[in-house]
């Protein structure tokens, strides 16, 4: 790519260059003098942009299994009719020996508790969702692939809500313009969607200005989500490790003091 773009650009550049040499040529010097003359010059312009593009192309047509390969495979998977989470380690490939086998790992959706890491930046703040096995160490990065980082923890909060509602098969799938071609494959929600008349196509068909103000709407939801005031259930019968016994009681309150506080220092915060 570049290197076309250099020898579609130096190209014109080195026959002006020479043209213009040749101009000034003397009466004892002739076209080919010159260009011995000026020809390092039009190859640093001209050829290398020009070898570039013609290497990359022979081995693209000819020799593409060498610099065109595919992807080790999936990461992880969230699969809603099984309720398990299953997520794929790769080891790392040896040359010459082929891909080795993937290790697979199966959990089911309720062990996995969400965590928000927060960290810092010459940004400022970030935070990114992670969902943790409670009892191993597993751990699916799936804010960075779905979420990215944000630079306020509400998107996450919200992000966990979605995932709860949608391995959720007693309710139906949250109202998401990606899943709605899937709904129907759902009996749970075929059954809500036609219970209340939503129409098969609704974001789809929406105009450009409704949708800007759904997604207006569901933002403001975002920003507006009270995660944070919820009472931890969990502390309520276990202790974490990093807990103090007042941690304890203001968690299981649902007082959000001590989870801000950890946020702001770069510690994660367990979500409920």
Known sequence: MYGKGFFCIG????????????????????????????????FVIAGVPGLMWLSSTIVFKFFPRWCVKA?????WELNRRTGLVRVWRYRRTIPFLGRRKATVIEAPFYEFDGWVASGAT??????????????????????????GWHHVSR???????????????????????VLEPHRHKDPVTAEHDRKT???????????DATFKQKEDE????????????????????????????????????????SRQSRAKSGESVRLV
């Open 11 to 42: 190209l014109p550049v080195a026959l002006v260059m020479y043209l213009i040499g040749v101009s000034w040529v003397g009466p004892d010097e002739t076209w080919l003098t010159v260009l011995f003359e000026v020809w390092p010059v039009l």
């Open 71 to 75: 992807g080790r495979g999936p990461e």
């Open 122 to 147: 010459q940004y400022g703040p970030r935070f990114d969702f992670i969902l943790c096995h409670r009892y191993s160490k597993l751990e699916v990065h799936l804010g960075d692939v779905m979420l």
């Open 155 to 177: 998107p996450c909060y919200a992000f966990w809500d979605f995932l709860q509602n949608y391995m959720d098969v007693t309710r139906p799938l949250p109202e998401f313009p």
């Open 197 to 207: 008349g939503r129409p098969e196509r609704y974001w789809r068909d929406m105009d």
């Open 218 to 257: 569901m933002y403001n939801r975002v920003l507006r989500i009270n995660t944070e005031q919820r009472p931890n259930l969990m502390a309520k019968k276990v202790r974490y490790a990093h807990m103090t016994p007042e941690d304890m009681l203001a968690y299981g309150r649902g007082r959000c003091d």
